[in-house]
């Protein structure tokens, strides 16, 4: 069984934010997430400077086209960013200085770079005026998911009518600390009208307890495994990069910000995550094949990715 991540922001030292991205490089990182039980990836793109995100777009676009290897592995990408909460808390590990409200001018460079490649966003629906870049991104066939974000469950209801379909990572992306009765986590698990929730299967930005009361919640149809690994992602301790900022991982494989106030991805291999949601959260190799491989295909509208011959 192999996966298919929706979020992966680099691999084994190979950061996809790196502006000096080379088609050896992703070759690297994908050989890499083959052979770690991985299957394809949506290569994720953060928050920046515009230009810089559409940069980084626009090359992994190119290098896709230029090498069989890279174009087997590398099904399209996620913008997670820069149309993102920028709150403390909700932003996360993005630079809140780049974060922008959305805008459909901003989109539509952005997904213009990606040359067809652009599958997925991650948005706040609260910084979304009239959901119109939503509706926009819905209209040119791109998935919009919601994220880094604390939108009222009337905002989440008319986001949903607009055309958004998911929900990523839920549980991270927002504050430690959360009024206890309402808050963005319930808020997503007491609608029905989310097709996709994700969740981050690393066994550290969510305990395998919180992930497996979270699926009986969600459902399994309707819940997608993804890793958020970062170019520290397959790696052991050190220091890596993401988009120029420093990636620290300790001992225990949790990857951290330089000042180790909040984490910034993970460092989750493919076969980490089939361990913690087989071995840890309790679930059969079916259904961990499920919202491994399945889902995240399902959400996309595509066939499931084809198993490699060995």
Known sequence: ????????????????????????DLVVACDAVLADG???????????????????????????????????????IHLEGPFINPRTGYVGAHPV??????SISVAAQLVEAGQGLVRLVTLAPECDANLQTTSWLVDHGVRVSAGHCDPSTQTLDQAIDAGLTAF??????????????????WRVLATDRLRWVMLIADGVHLPATLIRT?????????VIAVSDATAAGGMGP?????????VIVDESGAAWAADRTHLVGSTASPNRLREV?????????????RVMVANPAQLLGQELPRERKQ
């Open 238 to 246: 050190g220091t890596f990069s993401l988009a120029g900022r420093d």
């Open 97 to 102: 200085e780049h974060v922008l409200p959305a």
């Open 214 to 222: 979270m699926i009986r919640a969600i459902g399994i149809e309707r």
């Open 277 to 289: 949601l087989c071995q840890g959260v309790g679930l059969s190799a079916q259904d961990a094949q």
């Open 1 to 24: 069984m192999t996966a298919f991540d929706l979020q992966l922001n680099g691999y084994k030292g190979i950061d996809f934010n790196a502006d000096d991205l080379s088609a050896d």
């Open 168 to 185: 990523t990572h839920l549980g991270n992306g927002c504050p430690a600390q959360l009024h206890r009765h309402d808050n963005i986590l």
């Open 38 to 76: 991985g299957g394809q990836m949506l290569a994720t793109v953060i928050t920046d400077r515009v230009d810089r995100m559409v940069a980084r777009v626009s090359r992994l676009a190119e290098l896709r086209s230029v090498d069989h290897r890279i174009a087997e592995v590398l099904t399209g």
